[in-house]
């Protein structure tokens, strides 16, 4: 049997709370839960997750920046652990651009496959924030479900849609507010 992988991690502070980072031993990222250590073991099932503050600098600035508005993309190394299905579905979420969103439907044409699929790989995302999961909604425009609570994952659109670029084609919170009013 294969001995588990460790990871070290770190938690900071941001708008929205406790966030965590676990790296792998080269330093990519291996998951990220808002909450403390004990929320991230929670994403990375069957890891060892000790302490390491040291390990996780790269990926503590680039979420710090995120959140103070300096940066719309990361670019820190990832290592999900997942199968080649879920990697496909999160390489897809990394290409929906800050500020929009795209429905289940939208990314399960994306990887050829159907949206309840893409849902599950969606839930099972370990990396959230970075991998950002909480850019998809259900085709109504509706904010479905989130990991961390439908709260958290309206305040990150809210957050993103404030700072997205003037003439951006989609805004993500925008554009779930007005179909989920018309659904009143």
């Known amino acids: 049997m294969k001995d ?20 792998a031993g080269d330093g990519a990222v291996a998951g990220a839960a808002f909450g403390d250590g004990g929320a991230l073991r929670a994403r990375l099932r069957g890891a060892k997750v000790v302490p390491g503050a040291g390990r996780t600098a790269a990926a503590r600035e680039q979420v710090e920046e995120w959140f103070r508005g300096g940066r719309r993309e990361f670019s820190v190394p990832l ?12 390489d897809a979420l990394r290409a929906i651009p800050f500020g929009e969103t795209r429905s289940y439907a939208d990314i399960a044409r994306a990887v050829g496959s159907s949206a309840r699929a893409v849902g599950r790989a969606n839930a099972t995302n370990p990396i959230c924030l970075i991998v950002p999961c909480h850019r998809v909604i259900g085709s109504d425009g ?5 990991a961390f609570g439908v709260d958290t994952k309206r305040r990150l659109l809210e957050l993103e ?15 779930a507010e007005t179909n989920a009013l018309s659904l009143a």
């Open 161 to 175: 849609a404030s700072r997205r670029r003037p003439g951006h084609r989609r805004a993500a919170l925008r554009t």
């Open 4 to 23: 588990a992988p460790t990871h070290h991690f770190s938690t900071l502070h941001t708008p929205m709370g406790a966030f965590s980072i676990a790296v």
């Open 142 to 146: 509706s904010l479905t479900g989130y």
């Open 79 to 90: 290592a999900p652990a997942g199968t080649s299905f879920q990697r496909r579905v999160w």
